[in-house]
T-cell receptor, first 111, second 109 residues
Framework: NAGVTQTPKFRILKIGQSMTLQCAQD?????MYWYRQDPGMGLKLIYY???????DKGEVPNGYNVSRSTTEDFPLRLELAAPSQTSVYFC??????????FGSGTRLTVV | GQNIDQPTEMTATEGAIVQINCTYQ??????LFWYQQHAGEAPTFLSY????GLEEKGRFSSFLSRSKGYSYLLLKELQMKDSASYLC??????????FGGGTRLMVKP
């Protein structure tokens, strides 16, 4: 099992550009999450999903969109990138126990 | 809000014991979780408490008191590799976690 796989690992975007952060898990977990972590800070929930076809907003959803067409994949879309979206993005999944398994993260810089 | 508070930084000596506190202002949560995060890496699960009391897992233990709005993570026999950030998180319906800001622990020889 690969666990939770995130791509890309690093990306530099110009202001106003768009991109999709990919996340895939091979553990058949129903629950998936996107968090962002600013330097020296904790994790803030952007969006989450409790199963295929179901998504919901977290604490900081503005400027982002998600979809969950399959159990395995949970991509995060950034439209019109802004410097405030410079952060490390973590995808995570869970079987429902409350224990989250995180991917290795995507470091995004918006300039 | 849930206001999860942790000290920003702590320093301890190799071989010693350190206690990292976490306080919160909410009564509605399913469990309290602790994660470890080494610099530049993803968080990894350490421990959780659903009921009040102490949960022991090797060198790490976690304690919860719901009535006092308080939890701590206890690390014994500190090793240099324990230098990391420790994140306290509350679990909610929908299997969601809300994280505190984390405590950066530096272990010195």
């Amino acid at each position: 099992n690969a666990g939770v796989t995130q791509t890309p690992k690093f990306r530099i975007l110009k202001i106003g550009q768009s991109m999709t952060l990919q996340c895939a898990q091979d553990m058949n977990h129903n629950y998936m999450y996107w968090y962002r972590q600013d330097p020296g800070m904790g994790l803030k929930l952007i969006y989450y999903s409790v199963g295929a076809g179901i998504t919901d907003k977290g604490e900081v959803p503005n400027g982002y969109n998600v979809s969950r067409s399959t159990t395995e994949d949970f991509p995060l879309r950034l439209e019109l990138a802004a410097p405030s979206q410079t952060s490390v993005y973590f995808c995570a999944s869970s079987s429902g126990t409350g224990v989250l398994l995180f991917g290795s993260g995507t470091r995004l810089t918006v300039v | 809000g849930q206001n999860i508070d942790q000290p920003t930084e702590m320093t301890a000596t190799e071989g010693a014991i350190v206690q990292i506190n976490c306080t919160y202002q909410t009564s509605g949560f399913n469990g309290l979780f602790w994660y470890q995060q080494h610099a530049g890496e993803a968080p990894t699960f350490l421990s959780y408490n659903v009921l009040d009391g102490l949960e022991e897992k090797g060198r790490f233990s976690s304690f919860l008191s719901r009535s006092k709005g308080y939890s701590y993570l206890l690390l014994k026999e500190l090793q240099m590799k324990d230098s990391a950030s420790y994140l306290c998180a509350l679990g909610h319906a929908g299997n969601m976690l809300t994280f505190g800001g984390g405590t950066r622990l530096m272990v010195k020889p």
